[in-house]
């Protein structure tokens, strides 16, 4: 079984602070890593896409890859209130057809 | 109006019964998904089809059946609905021609409860 884990939390990270979020993967043919937000009772929604090793940012969030490790972070800088979401991890498995999601981290941004 | 929508938003129903779940998306996206999501399970692959002739399971499918009438819609069925199927069910599109590959756009998601 193919598989993402995540620390499902809570995280709680003081407004302003950086907040770290970890994944790791199990198929090492995974190519393409996400991070989506999902605030309770929505849909998810993708903030962050992935496919090389090292640093993708995009305002105040990065993300980091490292295949060798099988590992995949999200960090958030300058946390906002309106941070306070579950983050999924996902990952494409080897043959590109599907997604598996993690079972989310719930972040939690204290004023 | 959204890229991706799913009737109803929330449905209650008895164990036994048969319900139909539709999923709509103007996206003009082949690929399709449905999920659910479970407190603490994180979302889960029910059915997928990347055209209107195919279909696959996932890794939940039992209990499931699913038609994909046209590219823009995808309807997830319960046979005989059961308590243990109540959860949040999300239908999500992709298009492999997308910059971000296999990003998935999910709908608003349906609330079932079985009881």
């Known amino acids: 079984q193919k598989e993402v884990e995540q620390n499902s939390g809570p995280l709680s990270v003081p407004e302003g602070a950086i907040a770290s979020l970890n994944c790791t993967y199990s198929?090492?043919?995974?190519?393409?890593f996400f991070w989506y937000r999902q605030y309770s009772g929505k849909s998810p929604e993708l903030i962050m896409f992935i496919y090389s090793n090292g640093d993708k940012e995009d305002g105040r969030f990065t993300a980091q890859l490292n295949k060798a490790s099988q590992y995949v972070s999200l960090l958030i800088r300058d946390s906002q209130p309106s941070d306070s979401a579950t983050y999924l991890c996902?990952?494409?498995?080897?043959?590109?057809?599907?997604?598996?999601f993690g079972s989310g981290t719930r972040l939690s941004i204290r004023p | 109006d959204a890229d991706v929508t799913q009737t109803p938003r929330n449905r209650i129903t008895k164990t036994g019964k048969r319900i139909m779940l539709e999923c709509s998306q103007t996206k003009g996206h082949d690929r399709m998904y449905w999920y659910r999501q479970d407190p603490g399970l994180g979302l889960r692959l029910i059915y997928y089809?990347?055209?209107?002739?195919?279909?696959n399971k996932g890794e939940i499918s039992d209990g499931y059946s699913v038609s994909r009438q046209a590219q823009a819609k995808f309807s997830l069925s319960l046979e005989s609905a059961i308590p243990n199927q109540t959860a949040l069910y999300f239908c999500?599109?992709?298009?492999?021609?997308?910059?971000?590959?296999?990003?998935?756009?999910f709908g608003p998601g349906t609330r079932l409860l079985v009881l």
């Open positions: 996902a990952v494409s498995d080897s043959s590109a057809s599907k997604i598996i």
């Open positions: 198929d090492r043919g995974s190519q393409s």
């Open positions: 089809s990347f055209d209107v002739k195919d279909i």
């Open positions: 999500a599109t992709s298009d492999l021609k997308d910059r971000a590959g296999e990003t998935q756009y």
